[in-house]
């Protein structure tokens, strides 16, 4: 009943810049949370950003200053810009939302992640 889809990833080179989205479509009635994962190889799957379900902003500590999380509420759309990219930040970047659907009727809470998007930072 609900997909999400992330677009934006690429190759960039170390100092560029990308913008992920993802798009939430589907029977939603709200959305709680929406967030920013990334996994490199070898390495554990890591928070980047998140809009929190009390509405304030988190962030890794490796990317504050760099990335910011955006939000539009109208098209159900998260954002991720990303500035000042570095080697390090090379990564399946994911988005989870975590939201209330409508299930044939009955309001119903779900835990979504996208497909995920490369991000290569390389010269």
């Known amino acids: 009943q609900v997909q999400l889809v992330e677009s934006g990833g690429g190759l960039v080179q170390p100092g560029g810049s990308l913008r992920l989205s993802c798009v939430a479509s589907?029977?939603?009635?709200?959305?709680?949370?929406m967030g920013w994962y990334r996994q490199a190889p070898g390495k554990e799957r890591e928070l980047v950003a998140i809009?929190?379900?009390?509405?304030?902003?988190n962030y890794a500590d490796s990317v504050k200053g760099r990335f910011t999380i955006s939000r539009d509420n109208a098209k159900n759309t998260v954002y991720l810009q990303m500035n000042s990219l570095r080697p390090e930040d090379t990564a399946v970047y994911c988005c989870?939302?975590?939201?209330?659907?409508?299930?044939?009727?009955?309001?119903?809470?779900?835990?979504?992640w996208g497909q995920g998007t490369q991000v290569t930072v390389s010269s």
């Open positions: 989870n939302v975590d939201l209330i659907y409508n299930n044939r009727g009955l309001l119903r809470r779900g835990d979504y």
């Open positions: 809009f929190t379900s009390g509405g304030s902003t």
């Open positions: 589907g029977s939603i009635f709200s959305i709680k949370s």
